[in-house]
């Protein structure tokens, strides 16, 4: 079987690839574990200095596999999923090294909460980035509001949430979602030359001053990520949720309630 997350480290520098292609590299609670366990193994790897994160195929990430949400008992179940998760957000944080992502196609959902959880976003142009847990009924989670709300603000963050909004790189990169917006094709070499750079610089020093940056919002990302967990489990319940992931299955347009 092929391994939904692969972990290279020459040197270094370490890449990991979110590797479904066929699905757009949308995770299912299996690989949201894999992923997980995989960042956590790399914060505490004190010879790694910089970590890349990529998608394989067409996509960086579309998020939650979706139609693996319609069976409630089936691999999405949530309570477990929101821990993986958290351990995901808070390892991702707090990691003593310098991540980077390289985006190319969609980062949608859970994937847009990991890229801008890293310390660099590349984005290609035609880049389709959306926090669009609001098509299925369902809140941000991965610290999606933590992650957006550092990076655009509180104001900008709820209008990205509640619209499902869609960005292209450069429309990323004009709200300061994205910090870096390439030709299409170009994001991975990008990104690979940005790592290098970083490599043959006074690591130590960007580090800690990436900890010192991060000090205070460890706590704050914490308190996020528990409510998220307690929206979420409540919005799984919701007719909406199961309109939305109907309709997506159906690919038509939800009838959404307000219940």
């Known amino acids: 079987m092929t391994k939904q997350i692969v972990l290279e480290i020459e040197g270094r520098l370490a890449t990991v690839t979110l590797n479904q292609p066929d699905v757009m590299n949308a995770m299912d609670g299996v690989m949201m574990r894999e992923l997980a366990d995989i960042v956590e193994e790399l914060k505490g ?11 394989a195929g067409r996509a960086f990430s579309a998020g939650g596999n979706v139609k693996a949400m319609l069976d409630p008992r089936g691999p999405m ?18 990691m003593p090294q310098i991540t980077i992502a390289s985006v190319h196609g969609a980062a949608a959902g859970l994937g847009c909460s990991l890229a801008i959880a890293c310390d660099v976003v590349i984005a290609e142009e035609t880049s389709k980035i959306a926090m669009n847990f609001i098509g299925i009924g369902l809140v941000p989670d991965g610290g999606g509001h933590f992650f957006l709300k550092e990076r655009v603000g509180t104001a900008k963050a709820k209008q990205l949430i509640w619209s499902g909004e869609v960005l292209d790189g450069k429309r990323a990169m004009q709200i300061g979602l994205v910090d870096q917006v390439v030709p299409d094709g170009d994001a991975w070499n990008t990104a690979q030359q940005r790592a290098q750079l970083i490599l043959h610089s006074p690591t130590a020093s960007m580090v800690a001053s990436k900890n010192i940056l991060h000090a205070a919002g460890c706590a704050e990302l914490e308190r ?4 998220e967990s307690e929206a979420q489990a409540a919005m799984r319940r919701t007719s909406d ?14 009838n959404f309630t307000g219940q």
Request: net charge positive; charged share 25%; no cysteine.
């Open 77 to 94: 179940k949530m309570e477990d999923i929101m821990v993986d998760l958290s351990r995901l957000a808070l390892s991702l944080y707090s």
């Open 45 to 55: 790897n004190s010879a790694v200095q910089v970590v890349l994160f990529r998608g």
């Open 241 to 254: 949720h199961r309109e939305g992931i109907q309709a997506f299955v159906e690919k038509r347009k939800p």
């Open 224 to 227: 996020v990520l528990a409510l």
